[in-house]
């Protein structure tokens, strides 16, 4: 599982930071809206888009190895028959 999750980060982690900041910034310019709604939602999907993204490449791995541990496969997991 760890093997899994390193890998995993490796190949995604630089694109998922890469999505969560060029949305935060485009969704950043909404601040400076006139409109006080418009402005406020600019902040908060920026603050979200941010946490999303941390949570997502730390918290979650560190969750599915923890939960790897505490609950271990008793044998491989088996990929589903293409096809059928």
Do not use: Y
């Amino acid at each position: 599982m760890r093997a899994a999750l390193e890998g995993a980060l490796r190949e995604v982690g630089i694109a998922t930071i890469f999505t969560a900041i060029t949305l935060s910034v485009g969704v950043a310019t909404w601040s400076f809206s006139d409109l006080k709604f418009q402005a406020d939602m600019g902040i908060l999907l920026t603050f979200m888009f941010m946490v999303n993204m941390v949570m997502a490449i730390t918290v979650l791995p560190a969750f599915a190895v923890k939960l790897d541990s505490l609950f271990p496969r008793k044998g491989p997991v088996k990929a589903p028959a293409i096809g059928h």
